[in-house]
């Protein structure tokens, strides 16, 4: 789901460029009958965050539904979305007459149906990088401090929990990556592995993680916030971004 309690840095302004994709303009209608891939997302989840960013990169056209993941009464929980994702999760995409809940299960989806640009390198031993790096994040890092386990933690360890549960992840990742890494996680080309790191190091600033121990993991993660598809995917220029964390 990607969502967490408390407060959200977003983009310098300076530092974003162009203006928020056409496809999001409509966000408010019910888009069943246009034929274009409809996501189904909130600003603030990370993992809705790797789809927008694959959407970006591989030029897809699309239509995008946000969803309120307000605990109580979200739209999380109406029997609507419920029909759409029995996890009652984002991000959600219906292409092709499916409809595909878990990040990279559609990233991976988008992947093997719209190659270009290669999310996954040709090279076997560099595609079981990629993945074993997008695994560790969306599996071993993102999961723990998201706000279904925070809620459960209690408000006063929330902010100690999160920061111990990235920190570890971090110090894993960072020494994987050091071995991988060239311009981007694996080597220099856009990777799956690098939609799943901005968002987590979006998470680890939000928790007030200090990332000086972690040099690889902030030159990367600086060097695709350069990248226009990470820009406009960024959570503070979404649709349903609060006025007050737009960028």
């Keep these: 789901m990607g969502s967490a309690p408390s407060g959200f840095f977003p983009l310098p302004r300076s530092s974003v460029r162009g203006d928020i994709p056409r496809e999001v303009s409509g966000h408010h209608r019910t888009m069943t009958e246009s034929g274009k891939p409809i996501l189904y997302s909130y600003f603030r989840s990370s993992c809705s965050w790797r789809v927008r960013i694959a959407l970006a990169l591989k030029g897809i056209d699309h239509e995008m539904v946000t969803i309120n993941l307000i605990k109580d009464g979200g739209q999380q929980f109406s029997k609507e979305f419920q029909a759409l994702n029995p996890m009652k999760q984002v991000p959600v995409l219906k292409i092709d007459g499916i409809t595909i809940g878990q990040s990279l299960a559609i990233i991976e989806y988008l992947e093997e149906t719209r190659p270009t640009p290669r999310l996954l390198p040709q090279d076997p031993k560099k595609r079981a990088s990629v993945r074993m790096i997008s695994d560790l994040i969306a599996s071993g890092i993102q999961p723990l401090q998201n706000l279904s386990i925070l809620e459960q933690v209690g408000q006063e360890k929330q902010l100690t929990w999160a920061q111990n549960v990235i920190t570890s992840g971090f110090t894993a990742l960072e020494q994987i990556l050091q071995s991988t890494a060239g311009r981007c996680c ?62």
């Excluded at 990332?211 to 695709?224: D, E, F, V």
């Excluded at 220029?237 to 007050?244: F, G, L, V």
Aim: contains cysteine.
């Design 186 to 247: 694996v080597g220099d080309e856009v990777s799956m592995a690098d939609l799943c790191l901005v968002p987590q190091v979006a998470n680890a600033e939000r928790f007030k993680v200090d990332l000086t121990a972690y040099p690889t993991i902030s030159r990367i993660n600086k060097t695709l916030l350069s990248l226009e598809a990470f820009q406009v995917s960024h959570p503070c220029r979404q649709p349903d971004t609060p006025a007050e964390l737009r960028a």
